[in-house]
């Protein structure tokens, strides 16, 4: 089983530059989110989508964007990419929020230069 | 706002010694709390969790019992392994919300053989 799935697993942009990160999940999970995690900060929810056609702002959603494309996949969009924005960044999944696990991809270090 | 607080690291243990990570965590309502747990390069994978009040989480040696009356949720574990090395999150959902998992800062743990 695939799981949840990012690509790419490693990028280097150079400020200014966009990227799209891309997350797919085969689980037929309706809630799927988008993090980042950098030293001494754990991780801290960007956007998050509650069900297909559904996104909401997390914790940290400044200079990012996101698209829930169907219910498998939701993307990560930095249009202008600044060196605040170097972290490793992990999708996640749930069917149920309320009591089940969340699954998480194997994230993307991203960096910025 | 919903918080988790965990002791930071790292912590420096001995093959086969007592592990304890102190979790405490505020937030409105009777929130699920878990255990994820972060190997090198790989993202973070569900350990245990409590959906309610003296609930115990248990799984590879490792338990949690959720204590409302001191918001708490430590992680015990009676006598750790070289492969225990790992960062440990402490996270708590709320029933009611959609907008994922609040993260403690993580616990970096090294076991020394």
């Known amino acids: 089983n695939a799981g949840v799935t990012q690509t790419p697993k490693f990028q280097v942009l150079k400020t200014g530059q966009s990227m799209t990160l891309q997350c797919a999940q085969d689980?037929?999970?309706?809630?799927m989110y988008w993090y980042r995690q950098d030293p001494g900060m754990g991780l801290r929810l960007i956007y998050y989508?509650?069900?297909?056609?559904?996104?909401d702002k997390g914790e940290v959603p400044n200079g990012y964007n996101v698209s829930r494309l169907n219910k498998r996949e939701f993307s990560l969009r930095l249009e202008s990419a600044a060196p605040s924005q170097t972290s490793v960044y992990f999708c996640?999944?749930?069917?149920?929020?309320?009591?089940?696990?969340?699954?998480f991809g194997n994230g993307t270090r991203l960096t910025v230069t | 706002g919903d918080s988790v607080t965990q002791m930071e690291g790292p912590v420096t243990l001995s093959e086969e010694a007592f592990l304890t990570i102190n979790c405490t965590y505020t937030?409105?309502?009777?929130?699920?709390l878990f255990w994820y747990v972060q190997y090198p390069g790989e993202g973070l994978q569900l350990l245990l969790k409590?959906?309610?009040?003296?609930d115990k989480g248990s799984n590879k040696g490792f338990e949690a019992t959720y204590r409302k009356e001191t918001t708490s949720f430590h992680l015990e574990k009676g006598s750790v392994q070289v492969s225990d090395s790992a960062v440990y999150f402490c996270?708590?959902?709320?029933?009611?919300?959609?907008?994922?998992?609040?993260f403690g800062k993580g616990t970096h743990l090294i076991i020394q053989p």
């Open positions: 937030a409105t309502g009777y929130p699920s």
């Open positions: 996270a708590l959902i709320k029933r009611e919300g959609a907008d994922g998992l609040t």
């Open positions: 689980m037929n999970h309706n809630s």
């Open positions: 996640a999944s749930v069917l149920d929020r309320a009591n089940s696990p969340l699954h």
């Open positions: 989508s509650a069900s297909e056609g559904t996104t």
């Open positions: 409590a959906t309610k009040a003296d």
